[in-house]
């Protein structure tokens, strides 16, 4: 069966994503939201542009909704909560396998052709493991707003044994504020997952000044005070 599906992809050019978003687009629940986050977010390539955004706008537009399994999406909380709690199971599923597995595995699946398949490389994996190493533990937070490095910045914080404490904390805030900034763009550009896909960079880039805007202003204020006293 799965061999079937993949030959009928091949002879009708038609990518694995754009299938999925089809499904997706007939099938959206919080099930389906918290599946496609899960696969988002582990080492298999899905863009989180394609399931936040337009679910949001139609929980937010009462003609747009999808009937499904006597439910409907309504809420926008909802699926930035289903949303995030995919994002920690993928995320978990990175960090469990790194742990496990060990570095030379990890490295070995990564130049596999399966591990090609999934877009992995060993480029990448080494790019996340040297941003990780740069930055703490902080950067499962940071990472989670940096293309190329926010579905793999699980896999080094599972290879360096990071506290799991500290693993969930960190991720549950960075998806959980990427997930709110999707749901929000895509109500307001009416579901285009393509048109918030094509300026992803640019609004993760955004997100990260206000973040170190917000650092810096707390840091000055903290150092003012210190000296004050």
Avoid at 30 to 47: D, N, Q, R, V
Avoid at 95 to 102: A, D, E, K
Avoid at 113 to 140: I, P, Q, W
Wanted: proline share 3%; net charge neutral; aromatic share 14%.
């Amino acid at each position: 069966m799965k061999r079937t599906f993949l030959i009928i992809l091949l002879a009708t050019g038609t990518s694995w994503v754009s299938v999925v978003t089809d499904w997706y687009s007939a099938h959206m629940n919080y099930g389906s939201i918290t599946a496609l986050m899960t696969i988002e977010s582990s080492f298999i390539p899905f863009p989180s542009e394609v399931v936040i955004p337009p679910a949001a706008y139609v929980a937010e537009d009462p003609n747009s909704a999808v009937y499904v399994s006597d439910s409907y999406i309504v809420n926008v909380a909802l699926i930035v909560l289903f949303g995030t709690i995919g994002a920690m199971i993928g995320a978990i599923i990175n960090y469990l396998l790194s742990l496990w597995l060990g570095r030379a595995i990890i490295y070995k699946f990564a130049d596999s052709k399966l591990g090609h398949m999934c877009l992995l490389s060993r480029e990448k994996v080494e790019k996340a493991e040297a941003y990780f190493n740069d930055h703490g533990k902080v950067s499962t937070f940071v990472g989670r707003f940096i293309p190329g490095i926010r579905q793999l910045i699980s896999i080094p914080a599972g290879l360096s044994k990071m506290h799991f404490g500290w693993f969930l904390f960190y991720t549950f805030l960075g998806a959980g504020l990427w997930n709110t900034v999707l749901a929000v763009l895509g109500y307001v550009a009416h579901g285009q997952a393509d048109l918030i896909n094509e300026y992803s960079h640019e609004i993760s880039v955004a997100i990260l000044i206000l973040l170190g805007a917000v650092v810096l202003y707390y840091s000055i204020r903290w150092i003012i005070k210190r000296v004050k006293a």
